[in-house]
């Protein structure tokens, strides 16, 4: 059965430095989906960034960057020039490949974001 | 902007009381997700449609059962509500099972079963 283990329940960062957040999977598919989402407090999960399985090159978005290891089956998630508005739950996920007419969508148990001014 | 809404930000309830959650999404997509999600658990999976009336069961589907009579509707029922079910309760939508979209979340509703 595919998991995916957040081993930090919670984090601490300096605004404007730089945090890395760790994800891991465990799936037998080579074709499938990760993504992280930000559960901001009190307000509404949105997609952070989205890594296909297929693509080596890890996905970029702005601040937030993905280093994507397959074979380690790692998912990690850096924040660069951390702001306040970062503060957030982080939810790593996994998509796997639409087969025998369904998929499954797994989350991590999430890591919370603190940004210190 | 897709929007994904929830028939309420805050519910309380009885214990043995029908409840009824709804969500609605504006995007026309055919996948539709209901979530439990608790401190330390993440979020679980309740049950997920992928279709108007075509549901499946997630991984913890016990005590809930759901109804997508409208594609844009998606309605989670607990038939005798248990204080084991006070949590929050997140909906979320989806373009076609191809492909790897992201989903798109509901403000949540928080129930307290009581």
């Known amino acids: 059965a595919q998991t995916v283990t957040q081993s930090q329940p919670e984090m601490s960062v300096q605004e404007a430095e730089t945090v890395t957040l760790s994800c891991t999977y465990d799936t037998s598919e080579s074709d499938y989906y990760l993504f992280w989402y930000k559960q901001p407090p009190s307000r509404q999960m949105i997609l952070v960034i989205r890594?296909?399985?297929?693509?080596?090159q890890n996905a970029t978005e702005n601040r937030f960057s993905v280093n994507f290891q397959k074979a380690a089956k790692s998912f990690s998630l850096k924040i660069s020039d951390s702001q306040l508005g970062d503060a957030a739950m982080y939810f790593c996920?996994?998509?796997?490949?639409?087969?025998?007419?369904?998929?499954?969508?797994?989350f991590g148990t999430g890591t919370r974001l603190k940004v210190l001014a | 902007d897709v929007k994904v809404t929830q028939s309420s930000r805050y519910l309380v309830k009885r214990t043995g009381e029908k409840v009824f959650l709804e969500c609605v999404q504006d995007m026309d997509h055919e996948n539709m997700f209901w979530y439990r999600q608790d401190p330390g658990l993440g979020l679980r999976l309740i049950y997920f449609s992928y279709d108007v009336k075509m549901k499946e069961k997630g991984d913890i589907p016990e005590g809930y059962s759901v109804s997508r009579e409208k594609k844009e509707r998606f309605s989670l029922i607990l038939e005798s509500a248990s204080t084991n079910q006070t949590s929050m309760y997140l909906c979320a939508s989806s373009l076609a099972s191809i492909g790897g979209y992201e989903q798109y979340f509901g403000p949540g509703t928080r129930l307290t079963v009581t």
């Open positions: 996920a996994y998509r796997s490949p639409f087969t025998s007419g369904t998929y499954k969508y797994i």
């Open positions: 890594q296909e399985a297929y693509k080596q």
